[in-house]
T-cell receptor, first 115, second 112 residues
Framework: SAVISQKPSRDICQRGTSLTIQCQVD?????MFWYRQQPGQSLTLIAT?????????ESGFVIDKFPISRPNLTFSTLTVSNMSPEDSSIYLC????????????FGSGTRLTVV | GQQLNQSPQSMFIQEGEDVSMNCTSS?????WLWYKQDPGEGPVLLIA?????ELTSNGRLTAQFGITRKDSFLNISASIPSDVGIYFC????????????FGKGTRLHILP
């Protein structure tokens, strides 16, 4: 299975600031995704990170708030911009695991607290 | 939009008991996935199902892809303390361009 390294693992940020989360995969992958998991909730897809083109955002998520970069097939970043306490969540990147057991592999997540 | 209805929302069981949880949808899925999430970690894939009627085991875990393609269940036999966590079903629909959607999770507690 693909191995994902996600950084930072956690952070406490002041409202109004921005945080960039990094996702590094140990192999080239076509599909990379960013999810949000609010406290005690399930996972909600934010966007699909496309290599060489703009990310595809799900309903309720916009590029100005969650800009995404995908410079190559092994790396992506998600920025949470102009943060408010409502952005406190776990943010997870995920890749489609075509070479492994199937399904989708997740990073260990970034636990963000906005104060 | 598409939704997965996962039940039960939480379970309190004794160690050694068997566990059963399921997911249903009004939509057809071509892949069903079951994940477990421990505190502070991302979800880890337990079982992936790709064919209607498929029954797959992974140790003490067994999952089935419903014949109608609208449901799936996960069973855990002889539960042990490390089974504690949140279990999520996830479905991949043909119409979703490689995106998957998640159920709301089943939180498993094991009583001492």
């Amino acid at each position: 299975s693909a191995v994902i390294s996600q950084k930072p693992s956690r952070d406490i940020c002041q409202r109004g600031t921005s945080l960039t989360i990094q996702c590094q995969v140990d192999s080239q992958v076509t599909m990379m995704f960013w999810y949000r998991q609010q406290p005690g909730q399930s996972l909600t897809l934010i966007a699909t990170a496309n290599q060489g083109s703009e990310a595809t955002y799900e309903s309720g998520f916009v590029i100005d708030k969650f800009p995404i970069s995908r410079p190559n097939l092994t790396f992506s970043t998600l920025t949470v911009s102009n943060m408010s306490p409502e952005d406190s969540s776990i943010y997870l990147c995920s890749v489609e695991d075509r070479a492994g057991a199937g399904g989708y592999t997740f990073g260990s997540g970034t636990r963000l607290t906005v104060v | 939009g598409q939704q997965l209805n996962q039940s039960p929302q939480s379970m309190f069981i004794q160690e050694g008991e068997d566990v059963s949880m399921n997911c249903t949808s009004s939509s057809i899925f071509n892949t069903w996935l079951w994940y477990k999430q421990d505190p502070g970690e991302g979800p880890v894939l337990l079982i992936a199902l790709y064919k209607a009627g498929e029954l797959t085991s992974n140790g003490r875990l067994t999952a089935q892809f419903g014949i109608t393609r609208k449901d799936s269940f996960l069973n855990i036999s002889a539960s042990i303390p490390s089974d504690v966590g949140i279990y999520f079903c996830a479905g991949h629909s043909m119409n979703r361009d490689d995106k998957i959607i998640f159920g709301k999770g089943t939180r498993l507690h094991i009583l001492p």
